[in-house]
């Protein structure tokens, strides 16, 4: 049964597991033998219309939409912008003319982020639903649904949901550009490039024991943590330092690198662990230098980084995959190194303190 965690300690890590499978399951539901996305035709005609895309989720999931963000931007050139659900609920923002509108949740249950949608359903906009429960709340109200097949993920803190999440924006993405007959869109391969996910994911997950000691090095004793990335490094640095707090009660943020100077640097003190990720081109070096900033004060500098722009010296080296779509590989050693800290400490991984899996009260 799949809600079985079998021989496994906790359901993080199963799920964690279960992650190329899932990627594998997503190409097998929407993409045909010949790579193309089966999307909806009505779904991409609608999206299509729309000046602007307005995705709504809360914690993990508002973090899958900032990736998604870009790749809307960047595949089919809608203008995208996220929102946490909870204030968007309260002090919307002005909104364009045409506006389509995202949830991403992956219980579909989320108070807040339905309370988006019934203002959504007022002003009869457009809207899609992206979550791993089929006949959900958010499911059944919005105008479209797709599903993540991730699976009935059951720990508190998310993992498989998340890079479902950012295979199906990508696969949307992907379909909405080519739809616009977009270049970008014809010439990125999501099929063979979620295939490369799969076994990218699948060598990082069988790397657990070099996690594990990095983990128990690094991250068991210090306080604080930073993650900090540019660009989707920045969008995985804010999910990664997530994953951290919410199992390991270890104080991690996510940094914009090129913030550090501009206020946080000043927490760095002797071996606060400071985690690079490293995937884009344009801004690794840019990074790299940031990192060096926060050793000369003392700290102590871990990075995840692609191979193809990795150095001698990275903690963890990430498998290539175009590099829009890196967010699915960086994220894995990140929710890793949470749980084994979290496990180092003998805490409950599955269900930390104070949090719920699904928050169905605003
Ligand atoms: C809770 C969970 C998180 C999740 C968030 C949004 O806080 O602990 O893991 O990301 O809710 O949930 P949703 O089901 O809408 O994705």
Do not use: C
């Not at 799920?15 to 190409?27: C, G, H, N, T, W």
């Not at 870009?70 to 506006?99: D, G, W």
Request: net charge negative; aromatic share 6%; no cysteine.
């Amino acid at each position: 049964n799949a809600a079985d965690k079998g021989a496994y300690p906790f359901y993080m890590l199963k799920e964690i597991d279960e992650q190329p499978a899932v990627m594998r399951r997503l190409v097998q539901e929407y993409l045909g033998a010949n790579g193309k996305p089966q999307i909806d035709e009505k779904l991409l005609a609608q999206m299509q219309e729309a000046d602007h895309l307005y995705i709504v989720g809360a914690g993990t999931s508002y973090h899958a939409g900032l990736v998604g963000a870009r790749l809307f931007e960047r595949f089919a050139q809608i203008p995208t912008s996220v929102h946490i659900s909870s204030e968007f609920a309260y002090e919307q923002p002005l909104l364009s003319k045409k506006p389509f509108f995202i949830f991403l949740s992956q219980s579909g249950e989320t108070a807040d982020s339905r309370e988006v949608l019934v203002h959504v359903n007022e002003n009869k906009w457009p809207s899609l639903t992206i979550t791993n429960v089929d006949k959900s709340t958010l499911s059944r109200e919005a105008t479209h649904t797709l599903l993540l097949y991730a699976g009935p993920e059951i720990a508190v803190a998310s993992t498989k949901a998340y890079t479902a999440q950012v295979a199906v924006e990508a696969i949307l993405a992907k379909a909405l550009g080519e739809y616009l007959g977009l270049e970008a869109a014809q010439k990125f391969d999501v099929k063979d490039e979620l295939a490369k996910v799969a076994n990218g994911m699948q060598a990082l997950v069988d790397s657990k024991d070099e996690i594990e000691a990095i983990a128990s090095h690094a991250l068991s004793k210090p306080r604080n943590a930073f993650y900090i990335g540019r660009g989707l490094d920045w969008s995985v640095s804010l999910e990664a330092a997530l994953k951290l707090k919410e199992i390991s009660y270890v104080q991690a943020e996510g940094f914009a690198s090129g913030e550090l100077k501009h206020g946080t640097i000043a927490l760095i003190e002797k071996n606060t662990p400071v985690i690079g990720i490293i995937t884009q081109s344009r801004t690794a070096g840019l990074t790299r230098s940031n990192l060096e900033e926060t050793a000369a004060r003392g700290a102590n500098i871990l990075t995840i980084a692609s191979r193809h722009l990795a150095k001698e010296d990275d903690s963890i080296i990430l498998p290539d995959v175009d590099e829009m779509i890196s967010p699915l590989l960086s994220v894995v050693p990140a929710q890793l190194l949470a749980y084994y800290t979290s496990l180092g400490k003998g805490l409950d991984v599955d269900k930390p303190r104070n949090l719920a899996k699904s928050v169905t009260v605003q």
